[in-house]
């Protein structure tokens, strides 16, 4: 609980008299008297001592149950490890509050922290360059759109079906207007896109197909005939990928991408309800004056010394106005510092180690629950990275149910897919005995249709 200091009588006084009132409802006589509160309107109780307040709101805190349950939950925020030096830097007053780094010579330490972690999305990514971040995966994935009808001159696009729903949501609100055209390809029984029904989408000209990697439900298909078939029709392959996968799947850049966006959550920043989170997005260098956002660059000064300025600022405000690429007005530079203080402490090895044991404890989670009687997978034969989908013999909501009565969240319902399916997915953090609760809870459930 935060700690504070309150204004006494005398205090509030002076600084009435500064305002010029007598009152503080003189500062609320511009709000009709039908929009204020009447005294005593909201009915608080006496007040308490700070360590009774404390103790009444831990109270009030314990009564929420979910923080402390086993989360196999993904479809896009997953729950993984966070070092405890995360906000030994994250809150330093210098980063916690920092605006906007208009004046360089101010901002060093905020505009280096940017500058490393456009290197380090730009590594991981296998891409040339990368931005100072966007606000979200969603977002990423509309400005990569709009990007990419920037740079070829169309207003089409195509998404992949197996691209995440929220995603593709937001995409379809930023292009909504109508000289803008959105479709989208299916996909076929393992998982992966229909190759005919995409060469016919994009044969008559189109800005970007956009497919994430690994997809929604989990599997992972090669990106490089893809990239060959809308680079064939003369647009550019947005891909949206998950950066835990990254560290041991070949990098989009490698398999022909243009534009590589995604969400930055599973690097350093809890699931926190939703947000806020961070999206990056990362580019050919010939696409870098298309870009969304800003990008930092390093310099060097009169006296030869290392500087860090914006380089490029393509913001409506106060640089390109109604030349603007983007209403994006800021990054998310908190979170943004959030992803790359991860990757720096977790460095190449240990990130790798994480992507290794999000693999091999979904797989074995996978294999176990398939060991269940009437369990079976969605998508048979398909490759996946840490996230799968199953189909099981009961209604998902009744499955989720007596899974979350033995401490345990267990997924994400795919009602599109079945009554029964389910996309669960297993991070480093879910140990064996957690593994073993959840396929316990789920033979029993399943069983009790199958007897």
Not at 59 to 81: I, K, Q, R, S
């Amino acid at each position: 609980m935060g700690r504070y200091i309150p204004n006494g009588d005398a205090h509030r006084a002076r600084m009435l008299d500064e305002i010029g009132v007598t009152s503080f409802d003189d500062l609320l006589a511009p709000i009709p008297a039908r929009f204020r509160l009447a005294p005593g309107a909201l009915r608080l109780p006496d007040p308490v001592s700070e360590l009774d307040l404390q103790r009444e709101l831990d109270g009030m805190a314990a009564l929420n149950t979910g923080a402390g349950m086993a989360c196999f939950v993904g479809a896009g925020a997953y729950d993984h490890f966070i070092p405890a030096a995360m906000d030994h830097v994250l809150l330093r007053s210098e980063f916690y509050t920092a605006y906007t780094p208009y004046q360089a010579e101010v901002s060093q330490g905020t505009l280096q922290a940017i500058f490393e972690y456009q290197t380090l999305i730009a590594r991981l990514t296998g891409m040339d360059m990368a931005n100072a971040s966007v606000y979200d995966g969603g977002s990423a994935v509309a400005e990569a759109c709009l990007t990419a009808m920037r740079v070829t001159g169309s207003h089409r696009v195509v998404l992949a079906g197996s691209l995440n729903p929220r995603w593709a949501e937001v995409a379809r609100t930023y292009l909504g207007r109508s000289e803008f055209t959105v479709a989208e390809v299916p996909f076929l029984a393992d998982g992966s896109l229909d190759a005919g029904v995409t060469e016919g989408l994009v044969a008559g000209g189109c800005a970007a197909l956009v497919v994430q990697y690994p997809g929604y439900f989990g599997v992972v298909e090669d990106l490089r005939p893809i990239a060959d078939r809308i680079h064939a029709a003369g647009g550019l392959l947005v891909v949206a990928a998950d950066p835990v996968a990254l560290a041991v799947l070949r990098s989009p850049g490698d398999a022909g991408a243009d534009i590589v966006v995604g969400e930055g959550q599973s690097m350093g920043i809890p699931l926190s309800y939703g947000g806020p989170y961070a999206g990056f997005m990362a580019a050919r260098e010939s696409i870098a004056r298309k870009m969304p956002g800003r990008i930092i660059g390093r310099t060097v000064d009169r006296a030869g010394q290392t500087g860090y300025v914006m380089t490029l600022q393509t913001r409506e405000q106060h640089i390109r106005r109604e030349k603007a690429t983007s209403n994006i007005c800021t990054n998310q530079a908190l979170m943004a510092l959030a992803n790359a203080l991860y990757l720096s402490l977790t460095g190449e090895t240990g990130f790798r180690e994480v992507a290794l044991q999000c693999y091999h404890r979904s797989h074995h989670l996978h294999d176990r629950l398939l060991g269940i009687p009437g369990v079976r997978p969605c998508f048979p034969g398909s490759t996946f990275f840490r996230e799968f989908a199953l189909e099981f013999p009961v209604p998902a909501a009744r499955l989720l149910e007596r899974l979350a009565s033995r401490g345990i969240l267990g997924g994400h319902p795919l009602p599109g897919l079945g009554e029964g399916a389910l996309l669960v997915t297993a991070t480093e953090k879910r140990t064996r005995g957690e593994m073993d609760r959840y396929v316990e809870a789920a033979a029993g459930v399943c069983g009790e249709v199958t007897r």
